[in-house]
């Protein structure tokens, strides 16, 4: 929308940000942090966005808190991989942006905000047999929050989701994962678990909510309580109807009930893609009838909408749309349907993926990304896309699947309401499921072959340093690899699902919003899943959503700031 001679007023900010996700959170705290004045603009009635249920890693190499704890690398390591594995799609200016930017942001906001990091030393990436590819050290998490800092402001904040919470209690990768995974089998896991189920509980009763704030959730309230520090005018349930153009350049923007907002650095979109834009999935999605997303249902592609009806280009060439990851679909007992994405479990010893002819299709440890890229790969014709994860009695106690969780937790439940399949043999697994008997009973006898021996003839698992973090230290030889044989079976129905989107708006190495002819339309920026993917629909490693998505947007919130600076100090 084109407006001309619209008095300013006083009270206008420097800059609008739309969006309250990582993304629109760094780039908003960043640009105020060089003294301009911020609103950040929500339309939801809690901040956060998909970052708040997000397992919160962030893909940073080279940053200073794992250069601290001793990782080094040379400089061009995870340029060279990701050229090798980005192939055509790889953008080098926008490469090249974030990898020298992403040390700078973390480095950033660990001396001037409350954003804090750990180290995730130990996370290879997902291709270890390409030419720069990680074996640790290229990862950070937000160290955990306590969200009484946050005042009365903690009702602003997103509650992470049931379904991968324990009670609403988020629990981190890591030594804190392993406590939980380990509690029937270590006396210091249990003591541990019992301190945090305590604390979790009390602060339920005191609260009415979980305090001790972990992964995303822990990101997205570091991030709330530093935009609150510096004065970022925080507004939700704010709906942006269209962006309004002066002299070819975005100026502000025109709210759905006729307020206008200027802006004198200009606007940000940060509205989290398209994941729940029905219209836009079906022209990109493949198979998306089956397609579940875990965005938050906010995130309907209002970003790239705005800028499209100002003549912004919509990228659509990456070579997936999406930041896939396999999910079951969880019946709750108050009628609710949840997702459940299935992250950790693929990967352990004694489970396996199989299609409905009972056959296994892929190496199920492998990242969650490239487990949906071969189940669409493998699904026949029009048939749905859906594949089963089946494994025994000794991993569902061990290990827990999908939302059933381990040992001590009762499982019956998710049999009663159907989540849970299981059968006193295996063909008895397979009719209750709908899978081919006969294929899967051939599918197990071949894969405990194999197993006795700690091997996988078919698709090799555990012979990657991803994977065999993935496992089970305590399985030898092979981590990945173990048995199903324990009765009874167990069985989860998992379909493509994904966190976020790829596709999106074009932009520059500053994140600039681009036209169709590439030309950069002034003031307007894009960050997060609204810009399309810098890694070009590739999945490289664990944190390469969030990653980008602090990175650009200190990158826009930066680059604001020292176009603000020029024009005053002129």
């Given at each position: 929308m084109t407006h001309a001679g619209i008095p300013r007023e006083s009270s206008d900010p420097d800059l609008i940000v739309i969006g309250s996700g990582a993304a629109g959170m760094a780039c908003a705290v960043t640009a105020?942090?060089?003294?301009?004045?911020?609103?950040?603009?929500?339309?939801?009635?809690?901040?956060?966005?998909?970052?708040?249920?997000?397992?919160?890693?962030?893909?940073?190499?080279?940053?200073?808190?794992?250069?601290?704890?001793?990782?080094?690398?040379?400089?061009?390591?995870?340029?060279?991989?990701?050229?090798?594995?980005?192939?055509?799609?790889?953008?080098?200016?926008?490469?090249?942006?974030?990898?020298?930017?992403?040390?700078?942001?973390?480095?950033?906001?660990?001396?001037?905000?409350?954003?804090?990091?750990?180290?995730?030393?130990?996370?290879?990436?997902?291709?270890?047999?390409l030419p720069g590819a990680g074996t640790g050290g290229r990862s950070v998490i937000a160290k955990p929050f306590d969200g009484r800092k946050l005042?009365?402001?903690?009702?602003?904040?997103?509650?992470?989701?049931?379904?991968?919470?324990?009670?609403?209690?988020?629990?981190?990768?890591?030594?804190?994962?392993?406590?939980?995974?380990?509690?029937?089998?270590?006396?210091?896991?249990?003591?541990?678990?019992?301190?945090?189920?305590?604390?979790?509980?009390?602060?339920?009763?005191?609260?009415?909510?979980?305090?001790?704030?972990?992964?995303?959730?822990?990101?997205?309230?570091?991030?709330?309580?530093?935009?609150?520090?510096?004065?970022?005018?925080?507004?939700?349930?704010?709906?942006?109807?269209?962006?309004?153009v002066e002299n070819n350049r975005v100026t502000g923007v025109q709210l759905s009930d006729g307020k206008v907002l200027h802006a004198r650095s200009g606007v940000v979109l940060a509205c989290g893609g398209y994941p729940h834009d029905a219209a836009r999935r079906q022209e990109t999605f493949p198979r998306d009838r089956d397609h579940k997303t875990l965005a938050v249902p906010s995130a309907t592609g209002d970003g790239l909408r705005l800028a499209e009806d100002i003549g912004a280009r919509v990228d659509t060439t990456t070579a997936r749309p999406a930041a896939f990851c396999p999910v079951s679909a969880v019946p709750w007992s108050d009628g609710d349907e949840g997702q459940f994405p299935h992250i950790i479990d693929r990967g352990k010893p004694g489970l396996i993926g199989v299609l409905a002819d009972g056959r296994r299709f892929c190496n199920e440890g492998l990242g969650y990304h490239d487990y949906v890229e071969a189940l669409l790969r493998s699904i026949p014709g029009e048939a749905a896309a859906v594949s089963w994860l089946i494994c025994d009695h000794r991993f569902l106690r061990r290990f827990g699947l999908g939302v059933v969780r381990p040992a001590p937790v009762p499982y019956r439940h998710w049999i009663r309401r159907g989540y849970l399949k299981t059968g006193q043999n295996i063909e008895e697994l397979a009719r209750a499921c709908g899978i081919n008997a006969e294929g899967l009973a051939d599918t197990v006898k071949a894969w405990n072959a194999g197993a006795g021996r700690g091997m996988d003839p078919q698709f090799h698992r555990g012979t990657t340093p991803y994977m065999r973090l993935q496992g089970d230290p305590e399985q030898r030889p092979n981590p990945c690899v173990a048995p199903i044989a324990k009765a009874p079976f167990y069985a989860v129905k998992v379909v493509p699902g994904s966190f976020g989107t790829f596709a999106g708006l074009a932009t520059d190495e500053h994140a600039r919003v681009l036209r169709e002819d590439r030309s950069v339309i002034d003031g307007l920026y894009a960050v997060g899943t609204d810009s399309v993917s810098v890694f070009g629909g590739f999945y490289p490693a664990g944190g390469i959503n969030l990653g980008p998505a602090l990175t650009f947007g200190f990158v826009a919130g930066r680059h604001v700031a020292a176009k603000y600076e020029a024009l005053h100090a002129s």
């Open positions: 105020a942090s060089y003294g301009l004045r911020v609103a950040l603009l929500e339309k939801a009635d809690v901040i956060g966005g998909t970052t708040a249920w997000s397992g919160g890693w962030i893909w940073a190499p080279r940053n200073p808190v794992v250069i601290r704890a001793g990782k080094i690398e040379p400089e061009d390591a995870p340029f060279a991989y990701l050229k090798s594995l980005m192939g055509n799609h790889f953008d080098e200016k926008r490469v090249k942006s974030f990898l020298m930017a992403a040390p700078e942001m973390v480095a950033f906001f660990e001396k001037r905000t409350a954003l804090q990091f750990e180290p995730g030393l130990a996370i290879p990436d997902t291709y270890g047999h005042g009365k402001k903690i009702s602003l904040l997103r509650r992470p989701p049931k379904e991968t919470t324990f009670f609403g209690m988020t629990i981190q990768s890591g030594p804190d994962l392993r406590a939980f995974m380990t509690v029937t089998r270590s006396v210091r896991s249990f003591v541990h678990v019992g301190r945090r189920t305590l604390r979790h509980f009390l602060d339920l009763a005191v609260h009415g909510c979980g305090m001790n704030l972990r992964n995303g959730n822990a990101l997205a309230a570091r991030l709330l309580r530093s935009a609150l520090d510096l004065s970022v005018d925080v507004q939700t349930k704010v709906n942006v109807a269209s962006l309004i």
